[in-house]
């Protein structure tokens, strides 16, 4: 069983966690995931089984779609509704074009400074274990890109809005700046994940869903091939002679043949056989005019 499972992670429990019950439900040898959620925030998680754990960093980059809450008005030291308030401000003033414009002026690429309160390391150790006792890390700024950032609803001090953003934005940050830039200060309340590039929401599976499965219900969503996963990845098929070598981690020597521009750009190439089975992933090397073998699955 070499698959991607969708699953609808439930709040107050880790990623690490939703990959254990999984992994125990499935009975699977590995299973990793292919972006944490905070134990706060719910929504989708990719989860990957046996030997599709070597594609979960094909996944980290792609964009993501969030539906956030956020409190105006209260600012936290962990910049979500788990932290010690550590500021309070009258929100009256606000109206809805104040706010929605507010919203919008973070739309496109800025630099957004990652929280303490966070798994990014320092010196081997995670800047939370140095938040817990107090101690302020300098952070650099980190380029992120904001595609699309919709108001939903407003019942002050209460903000609901939808955002798609890029691989390593923050959304609680992102919920900070926002109540700085009001001048009221804000914090995450709530947030759901409800899209990883293709896959969304709707079709992934509860753990308890997940569950049934595992004793022979049936199942029409959630679960993906490492083909179907990769659909959004270009592919390169190859001819018989050449499957072997593939198979063997040897590289693609492309000749005078020039691929297309997906090929060159892409971090991953789908490697197929002749007749549509997932051989490998690679990536293209200019220099050589070759495509070398990175994930051999075959």
């Known amino acids: 069983m070499d698959i991607l499972i969708g699953i609808?992670?439930?709040?107050?429990?880790t990623s690490q966690d939703a990959v254990t019950r999984v992994k125990r439900i499935l009975k699977a040898k590995k299973a990793g995931h292919t972006g944490t959620l905070d134990p706060l925030a719910t929504g989708l998680l990719i989860i990957c089984i046996n030997r599709a754990t070597r594609l979960a960093s094909y996944f980290s980059g792609l964009d993501k779609e969030y539906k956030a809450v956020m409190k105006l008005g209260e600012t936290t030291d962990t910049q979500d509704a788990y932290g010690k308030i550590i500021d309070q401000s009258n929100t009256s003033n606000l109206d809805e074009r104040r706010i929605e414009d507010t919203?919008?002026?973070?739309?496109?690429?800025?630099?957004?400074?990652?929280?303490?309160?966070?798994?990014?390391?320092?010196k081997?150790?995670?800047?939370?274990?140095?938040?817990?006792?107090g101690i302020e890390i300098e952070r650099s700024h980190r380029e992120i890109t904001i595609h699309s950032i919709r108001l939903m609803n407003i019942e002050l001090p209460r903000v609901t809005f939808k955002a798609r953003c890029s691989k390593g934005t923050y959304i609680r940050t992102l919920c900070h700046d926002i109540g700085q830039k009001l001048n009221v200060g804000a914090h995450l309340l709530e947030l759901e994940r409800t899209a990883i590039g293709p896959f969304t929401l709707e079709n992934s599976l509860t753990l308890e869903e997940l569950q049934s499965v595992s004793e022979g219900e049936q199942a029409d969503r959630g679960f993906y091939t490492m083909y179907e996963a990769l659909s959004w990845m270009p592919e390169f098929?190859?001819?018989?002679?050449?499957?072997?070598?593939?198979?063997?981690?040897?590289?693609?020597?492309?000749?005078?043949?020039?691929?297309?521009?997906d090929i060159k750009s892409s971090s991953g190439i789908k490697i197929v056989s002749p007749g549509g089975d997932l051989l490998a992933i690679g990536s293209y090397s200019p220099v050589k005019n070759e495509i070398k073998m990175d994930a051999v699955l075959a």
Not at 124 to 133: K, P
């Open 8 to 13: 609808n992670k439930p709040r107050d429990i």
């Open 103 to 122: 919203l919008k002026s973070f739309e496109g690429t800025s630099l957004q400074q990652p929280p303490m309160f966070s798994a990014l390391k320092h």
């Open 124 to 133: 081997g150790q995670s800047l939370y274990t140095y938040a817990r006792q």
């Open 237 to 261: 098929k190859v001819k018989e002679p050449t499957v072997k070598a593939v198979m063997h981690g040897h590289p693609i020597q492309l000749g005078t043949l020039r691929p297309a521009d």
